[in-house]
Structures are given as structure tokens and as C-alpha cells.
Nanobody, 124 residues
């Protein structure tokens, strides 16, 4: 099993950048597909970005394409989400999640392991 801890959230203005970090412990992170999800206030979680075990295959939700980049450093069991050109609609609690299977999927229920989340707030 893997344990996940997110960090890097904060309060920024529209147009600013943040880099979120997902640090893993337990079973080697290199065996997991990792996704970033976000949950705006009062709304359900939605897929943001995913990366497979190799780090070469990535997938992004349409609203963040061209602005967000997911990457992983297998040497230190860490996955990043670089967020540029942030917009107020990006405001949410951001979670990283992991699944053993190799496919990058968009459904939260298909990810077995979750971090506690980190708050990202983007003001106008």
C-alpha cells in the first residue's frame, strides 16, 4: 500500500503559478499510475491530470490543457503538478491519487489511494 501527502497549495492571484507536490511512502511509487483531482467548494471531485508508471504517458482535462503539467521523479517517489496561468475557476482542494493498474482513468472511484488534499485559491 502507498501513503500520499500533498503540499504546495496557497492563495494566489489570477495569472500566477503554483507547483503542487505529491510525496509517497510505502510501496514504491513507480508501480502506480498517479492522478491529480480537484474538488471545488460544494462540488464533486473532477479529474485534472494523470501520469503512468513510466512518466512518459500523460493525460489532461480540457480546462487545464496548455496551463498545467504533470510529471514524476521516480528516484524520490514524487509527482508534481505545475500550474501556470491560474484562473479563479481553478480554486479547489487538489488531491493526488494512485492506482496499481497502468491505465490513466478519469473516474475517482477507480483510484484506491488518496492524499488529504491541499487548498488552492485563486483570486480575481
Amino acid at each position: 500500500q502507498v501513503q500520499l501527502v500533498e503540499s504546495g497549495g496557497g492563495l494566489v492571484q489570477a495569472g500566477d503559478s503554483l507547483r503542487l507536490t505529491c510525496a509517497a511512502s510505502g510501496r514504491t511509487f513507480g508501480l502506480y499510475t498517479v492522478g491529480w483531482f480537484r474538488q471545488p467548494p460544494g462540488k464533486e471531485r473532477e479529474f485534472v491530470a494523470g501520469v503512468d508508471w513510466s512518466g512518459d504517458n500523460t493525460n489532461y482535462a480540457e480546462p487545464v490543457k496548455g496551463r498545467f503539467t504533470i510529471s514524476r521523479d521516480k528516484a524520490i517517489d514524487t509527482v508534481y503538478l505545475q500550474m501556470n496561468s491560474l484562473k479563479p475557476e481553478d480554486t479547489a482542494v487538489y488531491h493526488c491519487a494512485a492506482r496499481v493498474q497502468s491505465e490513466i482513468l478519469h473516474t475517482p472511484e477507480l483510484y484506491a489511494y488518496w492524499g488529504q488534499g491541499t487548498q488552492v485559491t485563486v483570486s480575481s
